[in-house]
């Protein structure tokens, strides 16, 4: 008897520092959201930005053909994005509300993820670590697109490690899910998540290597009924150049964030934006002063 209570003594000590982390983590991202929406509109509107308010005013209208004719990316947030219109009503705030919830649920994404792989400590470290970057606290005061991204990856990749582990294939499932989603969100998506992805089959499942890639069809299944409705609107929009615009908005996304990111390698362009601290102030401009 003794021992069943210093066991089950020791199974909840153990349950309070895991929930200790997770109440932790909560409070963070509580803080981080409020420190957000009290700044939410002060900052002026971005070019991405005119894209996803356009086309959730459209939809909110009724203007469905407008919407699918002046359609430049996936669909996915701007459905959010009329949605968050049709309870809230026509706003900028309301606008950028998405990307705000997004970048919440990114933080929870990474949190899980390295919960999952590593401890408590790690997965609070890393959530915060993310959070306190510059370029993505400025992302989650944007109604852009990056902050679902980054939700949908990490959440794919973290259904796809727990698949790995247990071969629950609906595990898999839910990773194709999240990767087709991602894709009506995003279209680099499942090219990110899917490098990954290969990747880690190579490294950690070498050894039966046949049997995943075999289990890896359903999940491309999945992923492909989702993306179908995506691709076909795409197709109606750009019709006879499908694949040449397709493949711009992939690469590019726009004349002026071409020009914008084309100053260094897209490696090194993305580290800088991610970590750079002056919202004013771009390295171009140092370069264009010598």
């Known amino acids: 008897m003794f021992k069943g209570r210093v066991c089950g003594y020791m199974d909840l000590k153990v349950k309070i520092i895991a929930n200790k ?22 900052t002026p509107i971005q070019w991405d930005e005119i894209c996803h308010l356009n086309s959730g005013s459209m939809l909110y209208m009724g203007r469905y053909s407008d919407f699918i004719n002046n359609a430049f990316y996936p669909p996915l947030f701007d459905v959010i994005t009329w949605a968050f219109f049709k309870i809230l009503g026509i706003s900028l705030f309301v606008a950028r509300l998405p990307a705000v919830l997004f970048a919440a649920l990114a933080l929870w994404a990474v949190f899980e993820i390295a919960y999952y792989m590593y401890n408590g400590k790690t997965a609070l470290l890393s959530a915060v670590m993310l959070g306190i970057m510059p370029g993505f606290f400025w992302l989650s005061t944007y109604a852009m697109l990056e902050t679902i991204l980054i939700f949908f990856v990490t959440i794919a990749l973290l259904f796809f490690y727990r698949w790995l582990n247990t071969r629950q294939d609906r595990m898999l499932f839910f990773s194709s899910l999240a990767l087709g989603l991602g894709f009506l969100a995003k279209y680099q998506t499942p090219i990110i998540a899917g490098l990954i992805i290969a990747f880690s089959i190579l490294v950690f499942a070498r050894k039966t290597l046949k049997t995943h890639f075999k ?5 491309i299944t999945a992923a492909v009924l989702v993306i179908a409705p995506g691709v076909i609107i795409a197709y109606k929009v750009f019709k006879s150049e499908f694949i040449s615009q397709w493949l711009y908005v992939l690469q590019e996304g726009n004349p002026g964030r071409s020009v914008y990111s084309a100053r260094f390698p897209l490696p090194v362009f993305y580290l800088i934006e991610m970590v750079w601290p002056y919202p004013n102030v771009h390295l171009y401009q140092f370069s264009a002063t010598f």
């Open 21 to 42: 982390w997770r109440l932790l983590f909560l409070g963070f991202v509580v803080m981080y959201v409020l420190i957000i929406l009290v700044n939410l509109t002060k």
């Open 215 to 219: 289990k890896l069809v359903i999940g």
